[in-house]
């Protein structure tokens, strides 16, 4: 009778329970229909010149790549088979990705527990003991009646009934931090794809600025053995052949730094894929030319991006930890209930356990309230609401960067494709001038001054171009990571993070 009861009562309470605290509501955040510098990435036409090709890329350089969409896998656009590979290597082995990765299971581990106190805690327990009470404890007993034995088995079950929603807001609580954590883990993602990207197309810059600084220096030389040579005939000065002599080796001073930087570009990609620096070494010491770069991109609208962006999710997952997290403060306002029962058998024989007269039972309500503490529940539903304030702006202000990043990933990429075709021009031009300095002087019209002074304009020149192109290469980088659209998502959402 007082189990059916205890069990009507809690019916009704549950049924009449409701969840302390604010319900979670998404900001609303005023965003511009379209993008401001949109127009920088969707207009640019690059056309390619086929002796500045020839004079400042290698043969093999790739033709101008299709125009993805801002939610593809961005490097597939760049149709560099070992680009994707690296990419590929990267998601599953970087180290950074796997740190994140128990990050994320540590989050979904603590929001089963979490859900799991909404269930009865249930414990059972067995005790046997042989006791012998002392002639002082019972006087006048014979020895053998001071012998006991005692033997008991029993299940304790403890369940609190959330009647204020204490357990619930805690439940939503760390349900919103497992989902913050798995953005945070697609955030990684997009850095680390990011990053490999950058550096493989640092990596093919700085080879192609060192083979440019190579092919010059070779130039160099022909023109330094044509100086000497004519010195050696009596036609020239020794002047001459110090300047021919100085620029030669002003040049191939450029080649070890360039060296040098190609192989930390070559031991971080190999890193960020999860290898010793050395591995990628002789897969990477070819030159290759720089990825092909998409004419056009369509950047979509704000609204999109802040629908993609994980860092933007993230946020607002976190925002909403901390609104669930005043409920959870605020329940202890309120008194707290616990249903608890116990079930067992006593006896002073092990054979007689279980039997009709050994067993034992208890069954009550407990009621826990800390009425006098007022004041520290309310000092903690205080530090929980400003928690909440610092998440909205932390959201609001990820909001803002977000869009920061696109416009100026946007404008970059733009005017970076508008250089590159002066840079190219220049270059064509320069080479064109470098060798008709060479025919000139050969034919006595001009001195090795114009020579020497046209081929440092052509190293200077192709040297720029090579390094526009890299940053033409990266601004399209920094472009796709900005956006963060729609890449494929890696991380293995678990079940009890999925359910609502």
């Known amino acids: 009778m007082v189990i059916r009861a205890l069990t009507l009562g ?90 994140a990765l128990s990050h994320y299971d540590r989050a979904n581990a603590l929001l089963r ?72 883990l697609d955030a990684l993602q997009v ?43 009596g036609r020239g000065t020794e002047f001459d052949t110090s300047r021919a002599r100085a620029q030669l080796e002003s040049t191939q001073a450029r080649v070890p730094a ?19 620096p050395d591995a990628l070494i002789a897969e990477l010491t070819p030159q290759k030319a720089l990825p092909a770069l998409p004419s056009r991109l369509d950047p979509g609208s704000p609204g999109e991006l802040l629908r993609h962006r994980p860092d933007v999710i993230a946020a607002e997952h976190r925002l909403h930890a901390a609104t669930a997290r005043i409920g959870v403060a605020t329940a202890d306002l309120f008194p707290r209930f616990t249903l608890g029962g116990l079930i067992g058998s006593q006896a002073v024989d092990a054979s007689a356990l279980f039997e009709r007269d050994s067993e034992t039972r208890l069954a009550f309500l407990g009621i826990d309230w800390s009425f006098l503490d007022i004041g520290r529940v309310r000092a903690r539903m205080a530090a929980a609401n400003a928690d909440a304030e610092g998440e909205l702006a932390r959201y609001q202000q990820s909001v803002l960067l977000a869009l920061e990043d696109t416009e100026n990933a946007l404008i970059r990429y ?9 840079l190219e021009q220049a270059a064509l031009d320069s080479a064109t001038a470098a060798r008709l300095a060479r025919v000139r002087y050969d034919a006595g019209a001009v001195d090795l001054f114009e020579v020497l002074d046209a081929e440092r304009n052509q190293l200077i020149a192709q040297e720029a171009f090579a390094d526009g192109r890299t940053r033409s290469a990266s601004s399209a980088v920094a472009l796709y990571k900005a956006l963060a659209g729609g890449w494929p998502t890696r991380v293995p959402v678990r079940e009890d993070v999925a359910s609502r």
């Open 113 to 184: 527990n979490a859900k799991l106190d909404r269930f009865p805690t249930v414990t059972a327990s067995a005790t046997a003991s042989d006791s012998r009470a002392s002639a002082d404890q019972a006087p006048g007993v014979a020895r053998r009646d001071r012998d006991g034995e005692s033997y008991s088995v029993q299940a304790d079950v403890s369940w609190e009934l959330d009647l204020f929603g204490r357990v619930r807001r805690n439940v939503e609580s760390q349900r919103a931090e497992a989902w913050a954590t798995a953005s945070d």
């Open 258 to 276: 360039l060296e040098a930087q190609v192989a930390v570009t070559m031991h971080r990609l190999a890193v960020l894929t999860g290898q010793t």
């Open 414 to 422: 733009g005017r970076a494709r508008v250089e590159d075709q002066h």
């Open 10 to 99: 809690v019916a009704a309470a549950l049924l009449a329970a409701c969840a302390v605290g604010p319900d979670y509501v998404r900001p609303t955040i005023a965003t511009p229909d379209e993008f401001a510098r949109a127009s920088d990435a969707q207009a640019v036409d690059i056309a390619t010149g086929v002796e500045a090709a020839q004079a400042a890329a290698p043969t093999d350089a790739p033709t101008q790549a299709p125009t993805p969409q801002a939610d593809a896998e961005f490097w597939r656009s760049f149709n560099d088979p070992l680009l994707t590979r690296l990419v590929e290597d990267a998601l599953s082995a970087n180290h950074d990705l796997r740190i």
């Open 191 to 233: 850095a680390i794809v990011g990053e490999v990207a950058r550096s493989y197309v640092e990596l093919r810059g700085l080879q192609e600025r060192l083979r440019v600084a190579r092919d010059n220096a070779e130039n160099q030389r022909e023109t330094l053995r044509l100086v000497q040579a004519r010195f050696d005939a």
